[in-house]
């Protein structure tokens, strides 16, 4: 009993800990995802700095306070002077997947 109780709980943390933990498959997802609505903005990895662009993904998930919850919130909400997209829930799910994939790099 005490085990079934432990792999329980463990599981449950899995699941509440969110897209930090989700399979490469949902990063990819939230990569496509950004490479459709957002890449037209932000500069790319590799790409020289442009005072007329966003900035990198990997610069900004690097910032102190940029965490799941910090992209979710932000993604819940219009954040002008962005152009605002209605993606889904799970799209939104998936692009904060790929986002803290970013941070592992």
């Known amino acids: 009993m005490r085990l079934a109780i432990s792999a329980l709980i463990t599981i449950g943390g899995l699941v509440a800990a969110g897209p930090a933990l989700a399979d490469p498959a ?9 490479d459709q609505w957002c890449r037209e903005c932000h500069l790319r990895a590799n790409d020289k700095p442009n005072p007329d662009m966003a900035p990198r993904y990997e ?7 940029r965490d799941e919850a910090y ?3 932000f993604l819940s909400t ?16 998936d ?7 970013l941070k592992k790099r």
Do not use: Q
């Open 26 to 34: 949902a990063a990819a997802r939230g990569k496509a995802v950004v």
């Open 59 to 65: 610069d900004i998930v690097r910032r102190t306070g």
């Open 71 to 73: 992209f979710r919130k």
């Open 78 to 93: 219009d954040h002008f002077p962005m152009t605002i997209y209605r993606l889904f829930e799970d799209e939104k799910r």
């Open 95 to 101: 692009v904060v997947a790929y986002l803290m994939s």
